[in-house]
C-alpha cells in the first residue's frame, strides 16, 4: 500500500510560479509510475503530467513547455514546478501513482494522494 501527500499548493498571481510536491510512503517507491492530475470546480479530472520509473516523461499539451515534472528516489518524492501560471490552471491537484505507466495515462492510478489547492488570481 502506497500513501501519497502532496504539499506546496496556494495562491500565486498570473505569471507566477509553485513547485508541487508528492512524498510516498510504503511500497517501492522506485519502481512506479507517478502522476499529476488537476480537477477544477465544476469540471472533470484531468491529466497533467506523468514520469515513470525510468523517468520517461508525457505532458498534457496545456502544460508542456511550463510545467517540469521530476522524481528523487532516494527522497521518495515527484516534483511538478509551475511557471508561468495562468488562470486556467487554478484547480485541485493531485498525485497519484500505479506500477504501470498505462494506468497512469488513462487515469486510473492505483493510489491517489488528498491533493492540494492551487489558485492562480488576475
Known amino acids: 500500500q502506497v500513501q501519497l501527500v502532496e504539499s506546496g499548493g496556494g495562491l500565486v498571481q498570473v505569471g507566477g510560479s509553485l513547485r508541487l510536491s508528492c512524498a510516498a510512503s510504503g511500497g517501492t517507491f522506485s519502481s512506479y509510475a507517478v502522476g499529476w492530475f488537476r480537477q477544477a470546480a465544476g469540471k472533470e479530472r484531468e491529466f497533467v503530467a506523468a514520469?515513470?520509473?525510468?523517468?520517461?516523461?508525457y505532458y498534457a499539451a496545456y502544460v508542456k513547455g511550463r510545467f517540469t515534472i521530476s522524481r528523487d528516489n532516494a527522497k521518495n518524492t515527484v516534483a511538478m514546478q509551475m511557471n508561468s501560471l495562468k488562470p486556467e490552471d487554478t484547480a485541485f491537484y493531485y498525485c497519484a501513482a500505479s506500477v504501470t505507466n498505462r494506468a497512469i495515462r488513462m487515469g486510473r492510478p492505483d493510489y491517489w494522494g488528498k491533493g492540494t489547492q492551487v489558485t492562480v488570481s488576475s
Open positions: 514520469i515513470s520509473w525510468s523517468e520517461d516523461i
